[in-house]
């Protein structure tokens, strides 16, 4: 029953409009900012740098309409005078503005250059840092969240902080240096000609942000009709059995429909309304190059500026939206940058599990005698679900978790490994308490195989040496043997060498969990915590996990979840769990003479139907 | 691709109607250019106002018009790529749900979920972008060729040169990072699939003590993926800087070069605007067109893809002259021969299975993985045909009634329940025209022993379930899956190990309540506890797709191996005989 998340189809809109939805907010926009910064530290000379390059390179580029408006100066003049348009100045202008321009685009490339470099080894660090903070956090944090929600804040969000770096520091420098430059060099022409600029943008602003406003809601509705088509088109072709044999194709479609109309509705609508602002845009600064014509003509005819003037003039006023634009942007993705960083740094500053110091080592040979002392723990303070809970077990025996699904059988190993801590009480190993002992030592004492295998990328050989990383071939090959792997292993093209990816079916379940025996077989830890397999491994191969489970526990202290009740009742102790707590424990005949709960959950097993 | 232009065809008028705007649009913004020159020319040069006003005012007319033109060619593009779409997804909807589970499997559920949404959107954005460039770029591009041309013959090859080192620019960036760019997709899916093995690890490799190596085999993909991101965004980088050079350089050489032209009399100072804009207009068309081009193969794949689907026939169909069931059937399942095997695999599934499941009477099945016993009970919903021999309900091939006539006799409950989203009500009562009652609503919920905690849910039967019923465990998840099928009253029910997820103790009660409220009907049962299915009539146990053994518990235990090793594994000696 995996859950799909609706998969999120094309952000931008048509013709590159950039208005992936309303941006979501960052709650606390200053401080995440701030500690992005912080992030960059070591790369401050470089950001100067940059900020250098752009003002350098933009200034150029802003100079140069100017410098090209000389040039059309110098032909008029040429043809207006006797003497002819005068080449050599023609000429020197055109050089002066060669260099002009390869020196603007130099500019640009090394600010582009450096920008990469600082936006590629910040996402390098976030990486980085998720990952050593994965290492770090204590297990109850990964059993409340979602592994889907880390995942993407390790990508997507990351993803998101890194381009729009990127993207938006170059943009912010480029658009206010560029914005202020042509506003100067546009009133060093004529004051007059810049009023008229001026007052076209508001006009353009105007009818912009009702077309976005409009266009904005029609997308919003969009996407929410996206996300619900996504979603009933995954549910019915996931439960397409279901469907099929219960005849709701008919219903399935009439609700398709439905909301295929209301993607229609809303489709058409926001592709129309954004594809608006090109035709807009393009028709208010033609009223704009109309007017300083009609000015410029005027003001030229009374001699008060050039033609080369009124070309360069133009050419500003074509250059003047774009950033202006820009920086209505800007804004918006400051905050998805805010917000998604806000997220990273959220998951950075979880609380992680205490650094252990001063701890006693752990004596080399274990007989493995294990001590419960009036145990309490819940998973939430306030609601205990183990309580004053205490027994003694002795090396070697084994101890069979019995309980109905959900009954909380792995708590019990959480608090074994020390994956969660009690909340008072004592669990102690040849008499240590394990608080005394590092935690990574406390787990080196467990085999552990659990129910759901879990294997690495990586070949049979590598995942088998898990736990010994030295072991060598020899070893690998005679714990295989042991867990009766090697059969099925030699029968694969690879051999030992075949590698285990998510999607390899060429090996069982039942066979992945023969491998994670092998692993723990080769890793020889002293007590175990078996998980045994229930309906998803067929009975060859659970006969062949039980004699390897088997195998493996003689001679150890060993914990198994128990769900065959030839292992239940051959048990030294059984702990009868039922809503987290362990209510009964005992063995066999003697939960049985006391007729609880066990003795219930024993003959409603084999109740005659 | 015949299934795609069908649904295009009446769309082509629009199309006709989409071009004549562009060509509007086009012409506008190809005469803009002429009105500035006279501007400058006539007006400024020659020193007249009126000049000026009438050519400003006839270019602000021009202007609306091309305006107005765009304004139309947006809204039939709009319109008719979404109409298209919206067609094509509701056809291709339709479609699946008329497939078969072969369709599905030779497809995979994710990719036909892909085809009906990602693929969708792809073509419908593409198709609109299309629309309003694929046309304009070249009629502007070539137009402003022209128009340049004829002003100045001499400087066309301005543009030719612009757009030659465009081309080479860009081709050149393509060849040096297009093969990357797969590359670094591999490593950024490698990153979040080593993350997700790390998080759904983490017990074990806290149990080994691996949390460093995991990281610095993390960080390793890290490193690798940096490093390549660096190389091609430094080279992407190189992009607008050489393109903003390429402008420049441009408006440069038309003003540098028009001087001379302008000395020898062929030319006008105006002109060297309009000349401007042309440039300006071609690269931009070029652009235009280099975007379509990128666009193209990629809503291509998606055609590709959508195409494939609608192509395909669902191989099981219902006949012409169908037999129709009565009301009421008995329920007699037949099975006579049948094999089966998966299309395009020469290794049949089931071998001549032959067996009878007689109303009032418990049928089970029982085998290991990959026994073929799941794929034995699709062929009685006819999820699956066979290949040989026949299925009879009540003596009638099952080939022979309409599907949906078939179904709504059958009570299927899936090894793993799902729900849908919606109420307890509506999951219960799902399906069938929804012509079932409140009371076939009650008493569903209490045979399935559901009752008990839906009525502590806060609403009751009105509780929301959330999609797959993620909201509920999966022992509740199973008892609605099943009290679905009661709610239906069929004559015929097929579980399919549905009784797995559920606690020893809420099995047997079920199963007991089952016996005693539906006496009459048909059960066939595949289960892997053993103790689900001790006290059935009839147990058949399935080896490699055949029929090994068939008989009652008892009788199983003496003669059949293969029962005897799944009893033992599952029961101790003793156990075995002390249920005789």
Known sequence: MEKRKPTAISKGGPMGMRMGGTPQKAKHFKKTMLTILGYMKPYWGYLVLVVVCAVVSTAFAIASPKILGHMTDEIIKGLMGRKGINFDAVAGIGIWLICLYILSAVFSYVQGWIMTNISQKITYAFRKDVSKKISKLPLRYFDKHENGDIVSRVTNDIETISQNLNQSMTQIVTAIITIIGILCMMISISWQLTIIAILVLPISMAFISLVVKRSQKYYDKQQSALGEIDGHVDEMFSNHVIVKTFNGEKQSIDEFNRINTKLYESG???????????????????????????????????????????????????????????????????????????????????????????????????????????????????????????????????????????????????????????????????????????????????????????????????????????????????????????????????????????????????????????????????????????????TRTEALIQSAMDKLSHGRTSFVIAHRLSTIKSADVILVMKDGNIIEHGNHDDLMAKKGYYAELYSSQFSVV | MKNLIKYFKPYIFWLIVLIAFVWGQANANLTLPDYMSKIVTDGIVGKNMDAVKSNGVTMLIVTLIGGLCAIAVGFIASKISTGYVRKLREETFIKVEKFSLNEFNSFSTASLATRVTNDMQQIQNVMAMIMRMAFLAPIMGIGSVIKAYHLAPSMSWIILVAIGALSCLIVMLFIVVIPKFSVIQKLVDRLSLQIKETLTGVRVIRAYNKDKDQHTKFNRTNLKSTNLNIFVNRVMALMSPVMMLIMGLSSLAVIWIG???????????????????????????????????????????????????????????????????????????????????????????????????????????????????????????????????????????????????????????????????????????????????????????????????????????????????????????????????????????????????LDFKTDSTLRKALKKEVAHATFIVIAQRISTIMQAEKIIVIDEGRIVGEGTHQELLKKSKVYREIAQSQLSATELMENK
Do not use: C
Not at chain 2, 261 to 277: E, P, S
Not at chain 2, 375 to 386: A, C, E, G, S
């Open chain 1, 268 to 538: 058409w609508k926001s592709q129309f309304l954004s594809g608006l602002m090109m035709p807009i845009m393009h028709f208010i600064s033609n009223l704009g190059y109309v007017g300083v014509a009609v000015v410029g003509g005027w003001l030229a005819i009374n001699g008060k500026i050039s033609v080369g003037d009124i070309q360069a003039f133009i050419q500003y006023m074509n250059q003047f939206t774009q950033p202006i634009s820009q920086t209505a942007n800007i804004a918006n993705i400051l905050q998805a940058t805010a917000a998604a960083a806000e997220r990273v740094f959220e998951f950075l500053n979880e609380k992680e599990e205490s650094v252990e110091t001063d701890k006693l080592s752990v004596p080399k040979i274990i007989k493995g005698e294990v001590d419960f002392k009036e145990v309490n723990f819940g998973y939430d303070i306030d609601r205990p679900i183990i309580k004053d809970f205490t027994i003694h077990i002795q090396p070697r025996q084994n101890v069979a978790i019995v309980g109905p699904t959900g009954a909380g059988k792995t708590t019990i190993v959480n608090l074994l490994m020390r994956f969660y801590d009690i909340d008072s009480g004592s669990i102690s190993i040849d008499n240590i308490d394990i608080k005394d002992m590092h935690r990574n030592d406390v787990r080196g004492l467990f085999g552990m195989v659990l129910q759901d295998t879990w294997l690495f990328y990586g070949t049979i050989a590598d995942n088998i040496a898990y736990g010994k990383p030295n072991a060598t071939k020899k070893e690998i090959v005679a714990a295989a043997k042991a867990a009766y792997a090697d059969h099925f292993i030699s029968t694969l093209p690879d051999g030992y060498d075949t590698i285990i990816s998510g999607t390899s079916d060429s090996i069982s379940a039942g066979e992945k969990q023969l491998l994670t025996i092998a692993r723990a077989i080769l890793a020889d830890a002293p007590m175990l915590i078996l998980d045994e397999a229930t309906s998803s491994v067929d």
């Open chain 2, 259 to 501: 001087a001379y032209v302008i000395n020898d009399g062929n030319l006008r100072i105006g002109d060297l605007l309009a000349l401007m804009q042309y440039v300006a207009q071609t690269i931009m068309a070029f652009l235009m067109i280099s975007i379509v081009f990128v666009m193209v193969p990629r809503v291509a794949v998606s055609f590709r893809r959508v195409n494939e689907l609608l192509a395909t026939e669902p191989v099981i169909t219902d006949i012409d002259k169908p037999i129709h069931l009565p009301n009421k059937i008995k329920g007699l399942v037949k099975f006579d021969n049948v094999s089966f095997g998966y299309e395009g695999s020469d290794q049949p599934v089931l071998h001549d299975i032959s067996f009878t499941a007689i109303p009032g009477e418990t049928t089970a099945i029982i085998g290991g993985t990959g026994s073929g016993k799941s794929t034995l009970l699709n062929l009685i919903p006819r999820l699956y045909d066979v290949t040989k021999g026949v299925i009879l309900i009540d003596g009638i091939d099952i080939r022979n009634i309409l599907q949906s006539e078939l179904r709504s006799h059958l009570g299927y409950i899936p090894q793993k329940a799902s729900l849908f989203s919606g109420t307890v009500k509506s999951n219960v009562l799902y399906g069938d025209g929804n012509k079932k009652s409140e009371s076939d609503l009650e008493s569903a919920i209490n045979i399935a022993q559901a009752k008990e905690f839906i009525d502590k849910l806060d609403d009751g039967v009105k509780s929301p379930i959330s999609q797959f019923g993620s909201n509920v465990s999966g022992g509740q998840r199973q008892r609605l899956a099943i009290a679905r099928a009661l709610a239906k009253k069929p004559e015929i029910y097929l579980f399919d190990d549905s009784f797995s997820a």
